[in-house]
């Protein structure tokens, strides 16, 4: 049985072009692992909050001597976490909001980067800890970044995956629907993205 985790961070909802292409990146899963569990993360439903000095705080100060606000902070980040430990493959959801990946995806990335619990360091530096994971990065944008003049305006991508190594996650497949603003590719750019994907 394989747990899938889809972590979905677009704020539209219906006309979302990256929920379309993660969904069917979840369905194609579902038809390789028929008995899969999926635990959906919305992080437009709930909201992970953005970084401040309280939080900052409480990653890096010892458990013992945490207050009760930092305590619910640290228990709330864990949780979110063991939602990755847990989880044999992860689906993200990561459109090109101006080149980068939504802020949504940013905060969640600020509460699941910590220390300890998915990254270590050691005497020969950082060493992930979500090893043996399997990452499908259902990328989608109005412009085509995969190739061309705007290859390197591409920090969503990259970023998602740097993170994911830092945490020990190597094996990384990307789905892309890409121009989906341009006349004479947007019409077809979805359904050649999904007819494209294949699970390992």
Known sequence: ???????????????????????????KIKEKYS??????????KDHVPFLEEKHINTFFSPEESHSAEQTEISDYSKGLISELQEADIIVIDSP???????????????????TGYTFKYD??????????KKLYIAF???N????????????????????????????????????????????????KAIEGITID
Request: net charge negative; proline share 5%.
């Open 123 to 132: 005497e020969n530096g950082p060493k992930g800890l979500l090893n043996d």
């Open 96 to 114: 090109m909001y101006n080149f980068s990946v939504p802020a949504t995806l940013r905060a969640y990335f600020d509460f699941t980067s910590r």
């Open 144 to 191: 085509i970044y995969s190739e061309g003049p705007y290859q390197v305006y591409d920090s969503n991508v990259p970023y998602v995956k740097n993170v994911f190594g830092f945490y020990g996650v190597s094996d990384v497949s990307v789905f892309r629907a890409e121009g989906l603003s341009i006349p004479g590719i947007q019409e077809t750019a979805m359904e």
């Open 35 to 44: 008995s899969a569990v999926i635990k959906e993360r919305d992080l437009t």
């Open 1 to 27: 049985m394989k747990n899938i985790l889809h972590i979905i961070s677009s704020p539209r909802a219906e006309i979302s072009a990256s929920r379309k292409l993660g969904n069917a990146v979840v369905e």
């Open 140 to 142: 989608t944008s109005g």
